[in-house]
């Protein structure tokens, strides 16, 4: 367990860079400022680590105008390596703006997400009513309008947030306006999907099943996260209601989709076990040319333990609302958590349901 | 005695001469009786002589007499073709059948000769006639079953196989039966039934029960001789046309569910009922008496479904009436009942409708009904049925309905006015406190509930109801803490707060969620009692700006963004987060005012908290944030448990604002005052 898990958050002008060994239990911090304004949404690319998009405000002449644009990270700063964790010790390096999103179609930016499997030249940034499609040529340096597509509708339509489905080969792009989730075909730019009243408030963050298509999570300010699956959109699959606050962030594990994580402004992450919805309701499947006979026996134990969904466990080091949770795209057992006050949480899954879920 | 002596003595004197010719007298006598005793010898003579000279005629006459008598016997027998012939066209059945009774035994003996069998084949000749005749009158069935009854008996006497005879017999009485049995059926009919449902039972208790009684009384007294095989027969044929009389019966019950006279049912059911106990021992193998019985439960069973039923929908009624009568008032401008008043109209509503439930099945025990002292209504009905499913079941369904009301309204779709939601919770709270006890302590004492199985204690009932009160008025918060939200989150959102000019007032939204959570006070008020407050100091408002405003300069003073600077004033946050207690912002409520309008405040300052976060702010923006926070300040504090908690939260918003703006000059706080206390 070598890795590295790279962290990046983004806080007002600057872009952290963390970096948390996990076998000594070190985390190294690199700042890289953001000169373009503050930091709204961050995401980074699928294929070049050094990559990555931000959807930012800037406020010119008493305007708040939110933009979004591709950086690319210094090249040195891989090589920086361990640096003392001290804060003024660090050097503060620039992003290399490498083009901007939405210079040809003005509005604004609320989230932008990269093509999942591809090879980071597809991107889609919500502004306002407007679903935009790009293709980033040049290596990167030039974003070409591919597609796009509108809500129309009566009153101030505005997208919140919006997920690009793994899936299908990645055709499917979810989004979030109000209490409504819409799925889109990227081919076409047309609409595929409606769920109406998602959510009794606001949806906040939603998040595609990594393992199991159809199967997305949503949350929002109801307090509540739902899942869904998009063939039938009248009714969630399930419902959870563990947050006292509005849910600001859903997460996905990456490799076991029945942990789910949650954000919430109650100041607290949730970890939750859907192992009911999940894509291996019956745990692992074992083989069983290689099963010994104990093995045997314990695996069907196993097999017998009824499907419950529960909630691991509720962390609650922060002290203010948290805004925005993730998991480790390299260790599939670390995750973070970020919160109003500026405290980034790392935490694991807890060792017992780790090895529960591996053996 | 002197006189008898006197005379004695002349005659003393003479006793010789008496004696003497006493003597001479009886010499005389037994002359004469020996000459007697040869008369009579000669006598005797003569008589034997005589006697043995009839003998012989006696004998004769004796035989003459005997021939006689034969042959009277034999001109019967030769007449009696010709006899039976007549009493068969007389209709005179009975008299043939005793003749051929008498002549069948002589006729069997002397078969072997011809003149006799020659008589014996007319006799079976007429016989059989007067068989078919029989049979004939018999099949036609017009005659009632006594009439029936004496053919069989002449038929049997005939000697005809009573085997074919029972069966013949219980046909014919199926025929009747069914022929009643067709004429309550057509009663029934497809149009609504005309009689009502006691004459129904009436009829069918005194045309079919009563014919198959008759059926059963005449079939055991012709058939004894048949043995078990005969009375299960019998039993057979009674339970099938029995069971065909009950589904009649359990159709026009089922007609009957719909209505709500039960009285009226409860009285046919027992006549119903009586009328089947009568054939009881004769068709105790037929186990109809089990069966009416079952019918008689599975009536009162769906009786108590009905009233469930009835029970449920009064409630909703009650709902719907609560509904119009908050709607109403604000279409007509007018003040209309108070929500106390209609907590107190719908609460006697349902209880007065559990009463008439309670009255209404009570008849099913009453001790003039037959069947009330079967075991099933002696126990289970009492307990289960009506305990647990009507009372219980109702109180059960009733929270269940008050609970829908926070599932469905939790989505944009669900309309229920708040205020509903807080009379059901207040009706729900009380039925916790008393109500239910008090409807549980009726209903045993009305139904002496003696069945052991276990019942819903009261306390679990209690519990779930208030746990039913709990959440619907945790909903109620929710609701209006979305709505006074939504109006802040609308307000915040929607404004340009960067070019903003300088604050003059208070905004007009600032005061319209002051007036609304005065509303909402003023609600929950009518319903729920004040509730407990930390103690205050005399002066809260102008105390707590002076803390809000020291907590907000420490916010002031970190206003540049070099990376070093946030992280000052978040440690102070923190420090100061430290020390206050997390705020649970959609943690349920207790039933008081004041926790009510804390959650309410608190769901709201939250979001207002949130939206402020979203937003970037212009000197004046945060100046106007700053004046608006004060006048919530000014007025919320008073609704709430802890006025810490407004503090806390308001000073957030105003910290929140602060950092969210590149240019934080905040008002000086006496100009903030001023514009409070101008708006």
Known sequence: ?359 | MKTTTSSFQPQALSLPDTIRKMKNDFRKMEDEMDRLATNMAVITDFSARISATLQDHHERITKLAGVHALLRKLQFLFELPSRLTKCVELGAYGQAVRYQGRARAVLQQYQHLPSFRAIQDDCQVITARLAQQLRQRFREGGSGAPEQAECVELLLALGEPAEELCEEFLVHARGRLEEELSALEKELGPSPPAPDVLEFTDRGGSGFVGGLCQVAAAYQELFEAQGPRGGEKLAAFAQELGGCYFELVERRLAQEQGGGDNSLLVRALDRFHRRLRAPGPLLAAAGLTESATEIVERVARERLGYHLQGLQTAFLGCLTDVRQALAAPRLAGKEGPSLAELLASVASSIQSHIKASLAAVHLFTAKEVSFSNKPYFRGEFCSQGVREGLIVGFIRSMCQTAQSFCDSAGEKGGATPPALLLLLSRLCLDYETATISYILTLTDEQFLVQDQSPVTPVSTLCAEARETARRLLTHYVKVQGLVISQMLRKSVETRDWLSTLEPRNVRAVMKRVVEDTTAIDVQVGLLYEEGVRKAQSSDSSKRTFSVYSSSRQQGRYAPSYTPSAPMDTNLLSNIQKLFSERIDVFSPVEFNKVSVLTGIIKISLKTLLECVRLRTFGRFGLQQVQVDCHFLQLYLWRFVADEELVHLLLDEVVASAALRCPDPVPMEPSVVEVICERG
């Open chain 1, 1 to 359: 367990m070598e890795d590295d898990a790279p962290v990046i958050y983004g806080l007002e002008f600057q872009i952290h860079i963390i970096d948390f060994d996990d076998e000594n239990n070190i985390i190294n911090k690199n700042v890289l400022l953001h000169q373009a304004g503050e930091i709204w949404h961050i995401s980074a690319s699928p294929s070049d680590k050094g990559v990555l998009a931000t959807c930012y405000n800037k406020t010119p002449d008493s305007r708040v105008l939110a933009c979004a644009a591709v950086w690319r990270m210094p090249e040195e700063l891989e090589s920086v390596g361990h640096e003392s964790p001290d804060d003024s010790a660090s050097t503060t390096q620039t992003l290399e703006l490498l083009c901007q999103l939405g210079s040809a179609a003005p509005g604004n930016v609320a989230c932008v997400t990269w093509e999942p499997m591809g090879d980071g030249k597809k991107v889609i940034s919500l502004a306002d009513n407007h679903i935009l499609l790009w293709d980033l040529q040049e290596s990167s340096n030039q974003a070409v309008l591919a597609g796009s597509a509108s809500l129309e509708g009566k009153g101030q339509l505005r997208f919140t947030s919006g997920r690009w489905s793994p899936h299908h080969n990645c055709t499917q792009v979810a989004t979030a306006n109000d209490t409504t989730l819409r799925g889109w075909d990227t081919r076409s730019m047309s609409q595929i999907y409606c769920i109406e009243n998602a959510h009794g408030q606001l949806v906040r963050d939603l998040d595609f099943n990594p393992n199991k298509q159809y199967y997305l999570a949503s949350c929002g300010d109801d307090c509540k996260v739902k899942f869904w699956d998009t063939r039938n959109v009248t009714e969630p699959v399930r419902t959870l209601e563990e947050h006292s606050h509005w849910v600001w962030s859903v997460r996905y594990n990456h490799s076991h989709d029945q942990l789910v994580l949650t954000g919430s402004s109650d100041s607290r992450v949730i970890l939750s076990n859907m192992v009911s919805i999940s894509s291996e309701p019956f745990g692992h499947l074992v083989d069983d040319d290689d099963v010994s006979d104990q093995e045997e026996h314990h695996a069907e134990e196993k097999s017998k333990e009824p499907l419950q969904d529960n909630v691991i466990a509720t962390y609650e080091e922060h002290e203010d609302s948290v805004y925005a949770v993730d998991w480790s795209s390299a260790d599939p057992w670390l995750f973070a958590s970020l919160s109003y006050d500026g405290r980034l949480v790392i935490n694991r899954v807890p060792r017992a349901l780790k090895y529960h879920i591996l053996l």
